[in-house]
């Protein structure tokens, strides 16, 4: 007995011959039936979806977890200052482990950019400490003295220690916005060796005071998407420099070639080298080696080559013996 009122359902129906037929059911035996349906029903669906609540609760918290610790990251970041932390990168989860990995990537970068700006600024502090000595004792002179040709002198040292500083931090900008990729590069078809050719024809004259002779090997045809006048500022640079640290009578070799589908330019020079502790920093900022401070210049032509060059996508690199010369290589992406 269930326990509720159950009916029955008759069906009547008369055959042609006038035979009566009636057929019933009693609701009883549904009822049985959902009963034990509903039986079963709280018996195994109810803990199965416990089951399921409690597993999609573990597999989420487990996933989540990479993106807790990204914001603990982040939050001591914040309170901290400090950009040398990193999170560890979840192998397991590829969506995540790849975000993980971006932003470490993005915090290496910061720390490098930040890196640089504090070292560029007490570059920037030394070097212009001197030049800005000269320029307010020439200053000082012009106003003390009253002859008119020496005032004439001290005004023409402030003009030159001037022009020297607004140089050298509009070359100092040019470097920071390749390094950090916001310099805006007009970028055309640029034939290597005709580009080559048209620096040493500038530097020709220079080199001839010095008694110093130029050669050019180059591959005709090369082609590259580069900024004209960008790529001209780094190979004049390397020639300026391999004339700079050049003897009287010393030879300067121009070539270019193309290597594993990049285009590759050499400047060599056999003049007083780079010592191998050195080579490690010839291409910061501002930096200029015990030898090199005799010669005019600010410390920024190899930064500068090397910051376009990235631009570029292209790389340079040294090879250099003291008293024997340095060879500088370009390596650029061949169109």
Same mark, same amino acid.
């Given at each position: ?81 400090e950009l040398s932390k990193r999170v560890a990168v979840d192998k397991q989860n ?104 048209? /620096?040493? @024809?500038?530097?020709?004259? *220079?080199? !001839?005071? +010095?008694?110093?002779? #130029?050669?050019?090997? =180059?591959?005709? %045809? ?19 420099n391999a004339i700079k640290y050049s003897a009287n009578g010393g030879k300067i ?13 050499? /400047?060599? @020079?056999?003049?007083?080298? *780079?010592? !191998?502790? +050195?080579?490690?920093? #010839?291409?910061?900022? =501002?930096?200029? %080696? ?46």
């Amino acid at each position: 007995d269930l326990g509720i009122d159950h009916t029955w359902t008759i069906k009547t129906v008369q055959t042609p011959n006038g035979t009566i037929i009636q057929s019933g059911k009693n609701s009883i035996s549904g009822m049985y039936f959902l009963n034990a349906l509903s039986k079963t029903f709280m018996k195994l669906t109810i803990p199965a979806m416990a089951l399921s609540l409690l597993i999609g609760f573990l597999v989420t918290h487990r996933w989540t977890k990479p993106i807790r610790t990204l914001i603990r990251t982040v939050k001591e970041i914040i309170e901290t200052g400090e950009l040398s932390k990193r999170v560890a990168v979840d192998k397991q989860n590829s969506e995540i482990g790849e975000l993980i990995e971006l932003f470490n990537k993005m915090l290496r970068r910061n720390q490098s950019l930040i890196f640089g700006m504090h070292e560029s600024l007490n570059n920037v502090a030394h070097d212009l400490r001197t030049p800005m000595t000269r320029f307010k004792n020439s200053a000082e002179y012009a106003i003390q003295s009253s002859d008119p040709e020496a005032c004439r002198e001290a005004l023409a040292d402030c003009m030159e220690e001037s022009d020297m500083i607004i140089t050298m931090l509009n070359t100092l900008m040019n470097v920071a916005e390749a390094e950090t990729g916001a310099m805006q590069l007009n970028k055309k078809r640029v034939d290597i060796s005709d580009a080559i050719r048209k /620096v040493a @024809d500038i530097y020709e004259f *220079i080199a !001839e005071e +010095e008694s110093i002779e #130029i050669t050019l090997k =180059l591959k005709d %045809g090369i082609k590259i998407e580069a900024d004209p006048s960008r790529f001209h500022q780094i190979i004049a640079n390397l020639v300026d420099n391999a004339i700079k640290y050049s003897a009287n009578g010393g030879k300067i070799s121009i070539e270019s070639t193309i290597k594993n589908s990049n285009v590759v330019i050499s /400047v060599k @020079d056999n003049g007083i080298g *780079i010592s !191998e502790s +050195e080579q490690k920093r #010839i291409f910061e900022r =501002l930096f200029r %080696g015990d030898r090199s401070r005799t010669k005019h210049g600010l410390g920024l032509g190899l930064s500068f080559v090397k910051a376009i060059a990235h631009a570029h996508n292209g790389t340079v690199n040294v090879l250099s013996e003291v008293n024997k010369g340095s060879t500088f290589f370009i390596t650029l992406p061949f169109s």
